[in-house]
T-cell receptor
Framework: EAGVAQSPRYKIIEKRQSVAFWCNPISGHATLYWYQQILGQGPKLLIQFQNNGVVDDSQLPKDRFSAERLKGVDSTLKIQPAKLEDSAVYLC?????????????FGPGTRLTVT | GNSVTQMEGPVTLSEEAFLTINCTYTATGYPSLFWYVQYPGEGLQLLLKATKADDKGSNKGFEATYRKETTSFHLEKGSVQVSDSAVYFCALSGGYNKLIFGAGTRLAVHP
């Protein structure tokens, strides 16, 4: 079974530029998540989709971050304009229900450096 | 609110030593608990989980028991190998099944 795919793997941009990340979840997984992992910290949820609807975006900085999930499958996360503090790894995950809990499977992440 | 606290690293051990990484949590309700592992250059992988009190999750020689009375989910392994060197994250499932992670504990195992 193919895992969660993300691209690009690495991105370097200057502050105030824009950037977009792409995620393709595991086939059949209805729930998709975007996390931000700052160096030395655990991942923090930015936004969660159920099919193509937003379930939780309470931690998404909506003045600069946006996300969409096309037809309930692929998703894109955009930052515009970027700030230095956005330097982090952006992780995409998808999940399904197994043994009474939702197991999340993570992609390899996109490492963003804002200079 | 919900939160997870892990012991700070790095933890440095010799091969075949016993490993414990402490994890405590604060949560409303009865969350599921997880340990994820991040090997160098790779993404997060689910290591084990427990869905209710007194459950023991196990995988690849690692174990953790869901202790409701002490709100803990400590990770243990009887004999670590160099290949276990990684960052380990404790997590709980919050509202809408989102994961709330601890800060991670880096483990380095030397031959």
């Amino acid at each position: 079974e193919a895992g969660v795919a993300q691209s690009p793997r690495y991105k370097i941009i200057e502050k105030r530029q824009s950037v977009a990340f792409w995620c393709n979840p595991i086939s059949g997984h209805a729930t998709l998540y975007w996390y931000q992992q700052i160096l030395g910290q655990g991942p923090k949820l930015l936004i969660q989709f159920q099919n193509n609807g937003v379930v939780d975006d309470s931690q998404l900085p909506k003045d600069r971050f946006s996300a969409e999930r096309l037809k309930g499958v692929d998703s894109t996360l955009k930052i515009q304009p970027a700030k230095l503090e956005d330097s982090a790894v952006y992780l995409c995950a998808s999940s399904f229900l197994r043994d009474r809990s939702y197991e999340q499977y993570f992609g390899p992440g996109t490492r963003l450096t804002v200079t | 609110g919900n939160s997870v606290t892990q012991m700070e690293g790095p933890v440095t051990l010799s091969e075949e030593a016993f490993l414990t990484i402490n994890c405590t949590y604060t949560a409303t309700g009865y969350p599921s608990l997880f340990w994820y592992v991040q090997y160098p250059g790779e993404g997060l992988q689910l290591l084990l989980k427990a869905t209710k009190a007194d459950d023991k999750g196990s995988n690849k020689g690692f174990e953790a028991t869901y202790r409701k009375e002490t709100t803990s989910f400590h990770l243990e392994k009887g004999s670590v190998q160099v290949s276990d060197s990684a960052v380990y994250f404790c997590a709980l499932s919050g509202g809408y099944n989102k994961l709330i992670f601890g800060a991670g504990t880096r483990l380095a195992v030397h031959p």
